[in-house]
């Protein structure tokens, strides 16, 4: 499944549509949970049929304000939400500590808020690359992509959901498809090599530092102090906003701020899908801790700075683009790997709370680690081949390190393409030097 967003901002036709659909939306959800939590409160079993027709007798008005399916599809949303409800409170009273905090149940939306509206394909028709919502609704048709296929024009079927989404001051109308339908979608027969794996360290300054097994592969450092800047402006805006109280043009400054950062992501996983067809990759192994946005523990400042990254939604961009072609992507837990020495093929034990592990390497200076070979390596860079390490085993390294391309790290930037290669890091001995080529980089 993939979607279509289109942006309704404050000064666009549909806009007050828009705002009306998602108010009516949150009265028939607020009536429907009222039923569900009444029936949870007496220990009874409200079924989605049941409560779908007690709306429809005793709330006739409300629930045709909106198109039938439309109303359907809300109240079936909350059934689904209570039965998750429900599934996480038994799991928890049988497995605590895999929860944070005890399961709560769904919660009315307050005066104010507002709730997305679910809108399934039947009630929709496609003409000429528009979509045509149903006259209830009071939407201009909104042109898609995907409709000017000739097989969506002919067909329905193809279109699964329409969803209005509040976002802020905003809407998104969110079209949802599936492109396996379409005429001109064909399936990726590249056969890439899954013998081939890419790793990724996720983090602040570099975004993503990315290795490979492959000998000839040059480390690739992407850039992440563009997203470091986007939230440092946001931070500093919004601060001066809430003190004057204008809660509007923060809303506005929210939707900037997360479209900046989508766009962003979008270049970069789009960066990675190509270092993947052209080195013949076929396994991805990204480095990602539980709870590690939770459980991060680098410093005041950092923790800020790494919590406010959206990296779930970059890591989620990368999963459906490079499973389209077939890649398989993994995700793998990456305690120890700035700490060990990839190039001396340290052990890589599992973290424990309280247990304690000498390393034969060290970190030196400001982004760089000194390997007990006496070879220095970018810091990221060792961290990242330290998880490919976890997901494979040690039999690469010693290619690596013969090629010399490890220590010849890309720096790229979604504004353009690789910012500068830097020297071999091995042929630097002391401290000077360290400095003097971390100036060079510039990162």
Same mark, same amino acid.
């Given at each position: +499944?993939?979607?279509?967003?289109?942006?309704?901002?404050?000064?666009?036709?549909?806009?007050?549509?828009?705002?009306?659909?998602?108010?009516?939306?949150?009265?028939?959800?607020?009536?429907?949970?009222?039923?569900?939590?009444?029936?949870?409160?007496?220990?009874?079993?409200?079924?989605?049929?049941?409560?779908?027709?007690? +709306?429809?007798?005793?709330?006739?008005?409300?629930?045709?304000?909106?198109?039938?399916?439309?109303?359907?599809?809300?109240?079936?949303?909350?059934?689904?939400?209570?039965?998750?409800?429900?599934?996480?409170?038994?799991?928890?009273?049988?497995?605590?500590?895999?929860?944070?905090?005890?399961?709560? &149940?769904?919660?009315?939306?307050?005066?104010?808020?507002?709730k997305t509206f679910l809108l399934p394909a039947k009630p929709i028709?496609?003409?000429?690359?528009?979509?045509?919502?149903?006259?209830? +609704?009071? &939407?201009?048709?909104?042109?898609?992509?995907?409709?000017?296929?000739?097989?969506?024009?002919?067909?329905?079927?193809?279109?699964?959901e329409i969803r209005i989404v509040p976002h802020g001051s905003c809407f998104w109308i969110e079209i949802v498809y599936d492109e396996t339908q379409s005429k001109n979608h064909f399936k990726q027969n590249v056969k890439l090599n899954p013998d081939n794996k890419l790793a990724i360290d996720i983090g602040i300054n570099v975004l993503m530092a990315v290795t490979?097994?492959?000998?000839?592969?040059?480390?690739?450092?992407?850039?992440?102090?563009?997203?470091?800047?986007?939230?440092?402006?946001?931070?500093?805006?919004?601060?001066?906003? +809430?003190?004057?109280?204008?809660?509007?043009?923060?809303?506005?400054?929210?939707?900037?701020?997360?479209?900046?950062?989508?766009?962003?992501?979008?270049?970069c996983s789009n960066y990675i899908l190509q270092l993947c067809l052209k080195h013949d990759v076929g396994e991805v192994i990204i480095g990602k801790n539980k709870?590690?946005?939770?459980?991060?523990?680098?410093?005041?400042?950092?923790?800020?700075?790494?919590?406010?990254?959206p990296h779930f939604q970059l890591i989620g961009q990368l999963k459906y683009k490079l499973e389209a072609y077939g890649i398989l992507v993994r995700e793998r837990e990456e305690s120890y790997t700035s700490k060990a020495d990839s190039l001396a093929c340290d052990k890589l034990p599992a973290y424990k709370k309280g247990a304690s592990h000498i390393f034969s390497g060290k970190r030196v200076k400001r982004g760089l680690y000194r390997s007990s070979t006496g070879?220095?390596?970018?810091?990221?860079?060792?961290?990242?081949?330290n998880i490919l390490r976890k997901a494979s085993n040690d039999d690469f390294i010693e290619g690596l390190i013969r090629s010399g391309c490890v220590f010849q790290p890309s720096y790229w930037t979604p504004n353009g393409s690789v910012v500068k290669k830097s020297k071999p890091l091995d042929c630097f001995s002391d401290g000077a030097d360290f400095k003097l080529h971390l100036n060079g980089i510039a990162i």
């Open positions: +499944m993939r979607s279509e967003r289109v942006l309704i901002k404050p000064n666009h036709d549909d806009y007050s549509s828009c705002k009306k659909i998602a108010r009516l939306s949150k009265q028939v959800f607020n009536q429907a949970l009222y039923y569900k939590r009444q029936a949870f409160f007496r220990s009874e079993f409200l079924s989605f049929s049941n409560l779908d027709q007690l +709306m429809k007798i005793h709330h006739k008005s409300l629930y045709d304000s909106l198109p039938n399916a439309g109303s359907q599809a809300v109240i079936k949303k909350l059934s689904g939400d209570f039965d998750n409800f429900w599934k996480a409170l038994n799991d928890w009273k049988a497995h605590p500590e895999k929860y944070t905090e005890k399961p709560q &149940i769904p919660k009315y939306k307050k005066q104010g808020q507002l028709s496609v003409k000429e690359s528009h979509i045509l919502l149903p006259k209830k +609704m009071n &939407i201009s048709p909104v042109i898609s992509r995907f409709a000017e296929d000739k097989k969506a024009n002919s067909s329905c079927d193809i279109f699964k490979s097994n492959q000998a000839n592969f040059k480390p690739v450092l992407i850039n992440g102090k563009p997203i470091k800047s986007i939230n440092q402006y946001f931070n500093k805006q919004k601060a001066k906003l +809430m003190s004057q109280s204008k809660k509007r043009k923060i809303n506005r400054l929210s939707i900037k701020r997360y479209n900046q950062i989508r766009d962003y992501f979008h270049k709870n590690w946005k939770q459980a991060v523990n680098i410093g005041k400042v950092n923790n800020q700075k790494f919590v406010s990254i070879k220095t390596i970018h810091a990221d860079v060792n961290g990242s081949l």
